[in-house]
C-alpha cells in the first residue's frame, strides 16, 4: 500500500489576465498588476509561488516545534527571488525562465539562542515539501485533458 497522498487543484482562465480557483471552499485569484495589462486582482503566479514557500516553512515549523514542545509564539518569512522575464514573454535569453535564486530569510519568536533557532529552520526547511521541490529536481510532466462533456 502506497503512503503517497495526493494534492491537487484545478485554475481557469477568465478574463484577461484573471486565473480562479476553487481549492476545497476556498476562492483564490491570480492576476497581474495593472501595469502588466491585468487588473490586479490577486498576486501573480509567481508571488503565489513564493508565498507558498513562506507558508510551508512556517506551517511546518508550527508542527515541529509541537512535536518538540517548543513555545513557537510566532514565525515570520520573507522570501525573495531573482528571475529574468525574458523567458516568459518568449524572449531569447542564457537565463532560466524562472527563478535563479530564491532567498529564506525567518525570524523566529521562541526562547532559543541564535543558534538553536538557526538549526530549527535548518530542520524545518530539510521537512518542507516546497522547499525540497525547489531544491531538489521534481518531475513535471504536461498533457492535455480529455475535453468536459457538458449534458
Same mark, same amino acid.
Given at each position: 500500500?502506497?503512503a ?17 480557483? %476553487?481549492? @476545497?471552499?476556498?476562492? $483564490?485569484?491570480i ?6 495589462? =491585468?487588473?490586479?486582482?490577486? &498576486? ?12 510551508c516553512?512556517?506551517?511546518i ?9 517548543? %513555545?513557537? @509564539?510566532g514565525?515570520? $518569512?520573507?522570501?525573495e ?5 525574458? =523567458?516568459?514573454?518568449?524572449? &531569447?535569453s ?7 535564486q ?10 532559543m ?20 521541490n ?18
Amino acid at each position: 500500500m502506497s503512503a503517497d497522498k495526493r494534492v491537487a487543484v484545478q485554475a481557469s482562465m477568465e478574463q484577461g489576465f484573471l486565473v480562479s480557483a %476553487d481549492i @476545497r471552499g476556498h476562492q $483564490v485569484q491570480i492576476d497581474q498588476p495593472e501595469a502588466a495589462r =491585468g487588473t490586479d486582482q490577486g &498576486p501573480t503566479p509567481l508571488e503565489y509561488f513564493l508565498f507558498s514557500l513562506g507558508g510551508c516553512i512556517c506551517t511546518i515549523g508550527r508542527i515541529a516545534a509541537m512535536q518538540q514542545k517548543i %513555545d513557537l @509564539r510566532g514565525m515570520k $518569512v520573507s522570501v525573495e527571488g531573482d528571475y529574468n522575464p525574458a =523567458g516568459l514573454l518568449g524572449k &531569447p535569453s542564457d537565463d532560466p525562465t524562472g527563478f535563479k535564486q530564491i532567498s529564506v530569510a525567518a525570524e523566529i519568536d521562541a526562547d532559543m539562542s541564535d543558534e538553536d533557532k538557526q538549526a530549527f529552520l535548518d530542520a524545518v526547511c530539510e521537512r518542507c515539501p516546497l522547499h525540497a521541490n525547489i531544491k531538489l529536481e521534481t518531475q513535471v510532466t504536461h498533457h492535455l485533458m480529455e475535453p468536459s462533456c457538458v449534458i
